[in-house]
């Protein structure tokens, strides 16, 4: 996401007062689809939001090379079944999902990425956590 | 002066005394023949009565108690752990995965009064 995801989950997440959604935009083709979708295969394993941090943490290292193969070497920073996580991936099994999702953004008129979207209230472009805390804080008071 | 025999002295004061008390001496001693009818008959001292309890229908409980059952040996087992309230431990948020409507990947309390939709690429 955005700088402020790390903050955001330590103060707000991680009490429950937060809960965090995440939509796939795919801006870079067969990549950003292969990405999304090995993301999407890790969630089979409760591991999504694990492997969606390694791919964030590591994006550089998505735009050269065998994507598919770079992924599955990425993914052994997650700790799951490698083998069900690498089998969803050769089947290319959440790609429809992904993409079907990555139109209903489109449909709601999200071009920039990111987008956050604070309980209706959006904002475009990486924010600071403070600019989010603008908009969470009022509604916990 | 006429002197009178001692005998026809006594006599004739037993005649007088006789006649000064009114009726022979016979009758002036009553006599009982029985008792009087009008009066009550005493009555017999009542005797008591004891009233027994009736005899019971059921015979009284035996005194030699009955061969004791079996009893299993085997050491009881632990309580069953649902009738103990337990305090419900926080759950870290961090770790909870879940759905949205949408179908779209959630992280955190699904109940959570703030939803952050962060429309992102990973490259």
Known sequence: MLGAEKELKETYVKSGQVMLVFNPILDHGDRSVQAHN????????NRFWPMHDVLFEFESQ?????????????????????DQFNRCVDAQTYVERVKTQDQRRRALGIRTRPTIDVNGQLFIGPQPFNVLQTAIQPVLE | MKRYSPFLVVLLATAFLMTACGGTVANSVPTVTSLPTDAPAPSPTPIPTVTLPPPTATAPAATVPAA??????????????????????????????????????????PDAPITVLDYSDFL
């Open chain 1, 38 to 45: 090995a993301a999407e295969c890790a969630a089979d394993q």
């Open chain 1, 62 to 82: 998505l735009y050269g090379g065998d994507v598919r193969a770079v992924i599955k070497e990425l993914a052994q920073q997650v700790d799951m079944d490698h």
């Open chain 2, 68 to 109: 004791a059952e079996p009893v299993a040996t085997e050491a009881p087992t632990a309580a069953p752990t649902d009738t103990v309230a337990l305090p419900t431990p926080t759950p870290d948020w961090l770790l909870v995965e879940g759905r949205s409507a949408d179908g779209l990947p959630t992280l955190g309390n």
